[in-house]
């Protein structure tokens, strides 16, 4: 069976690296294609590689306080960029100071995430969710992340566009 595209990456200018290689581990080991866009991403970097690998999700991490911030329109710029249907996942120390994980999940949910994790989570609950969400989002034939439903992926007439594609960037950090 063909395997599911996620994008992965610590968002904004946040350098917290060591989390970031144990997702890429473990979301590999349960059978995801990991494209691991290291650290310090911008929301442009995430949907750029969402969109040439037809992820069907996005993991967000941000470590050091300012994730509110950074994440601040993303499911926006995912719209405008036509990713209308890719799932949102954050996670880590989303804000600054010891607020109640309750009122962060709420925040970041009103946001435009799917789900909202805390740094001690299972990830092993947190892969079975997103087995779970990507089955009931994009359904048992797993159609495309995109709204035109063409498949994504570098434009193969056009040789140009092929050879920027970024799944092989070197992840940062
Ligand atoms: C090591 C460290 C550093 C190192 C990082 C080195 C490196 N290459 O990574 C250095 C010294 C550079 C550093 C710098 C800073 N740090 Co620092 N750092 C830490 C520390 C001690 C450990 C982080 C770590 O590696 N944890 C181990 C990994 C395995 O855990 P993790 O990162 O949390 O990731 C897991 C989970 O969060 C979760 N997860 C994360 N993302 C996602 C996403 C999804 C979708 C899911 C499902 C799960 C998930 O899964 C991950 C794997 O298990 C933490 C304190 C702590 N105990 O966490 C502070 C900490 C993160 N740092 C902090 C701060 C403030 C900073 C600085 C701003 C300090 C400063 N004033 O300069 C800078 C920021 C620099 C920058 N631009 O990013 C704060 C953040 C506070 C907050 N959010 O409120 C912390 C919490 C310390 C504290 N208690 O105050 N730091």
Redesign the pocket.
């Known amino acids: 069976m063909e395997k599911h595209a996620i994008v992965l990456g610590v968002i904004g200018?946040?350098?917290?690296?060591?989390?970031?290689k144990?997702?890429e581990l473990f979301f590999t080991a349960e059978g995801f294609k990991v494209v691991n866009l290291g650290v310090m991403v911008s929301q442009q970097e995430f949907i750029n590689a969402a969109i040439e690998t037809d992820a069907r999700a996005i993991?967000?991490?941000?470590?050091?306080?300012h994730g509110e911030i950074d994440c601040q329109g993303f499911r926006d710029l995912c719209l405008e960029k036509g990713l209308d249907r890719i799932l949102l996942?954050?996670?880590?120390?989303?804000?600054?100071?010891k607020t109640p994980f309750a009122i962060v999940e709420e925040k970041f949910k009103k946001m435009g995430f799917d789900?909202v994790?805390p740094?001690?989570?299972d990830?092993k609950k947190?892969a079975e969710l997103l087995k779970q969400d990507i089955k009931e989002r994009f359904g048992p034939d797993s159609q495309s992340s995109r709204d035109n439903g063409q498949p994504a992926g570098p434009d193969k007439s056009n040789p140009e566009a092929e050879a920027s594609a970024p799944e092989t960037r070197e992840p940062r950090?």
């Open positions: 200018a946040d350098c917290h690296s060591v989390g970031n144990i997702l993991l967000v991490s941000s470590l050091y306080g996942y954050v996670g880590g120390n989303l804000v600054v100071g789900r994790f740094p001690d989570v990830l947190a950090g």
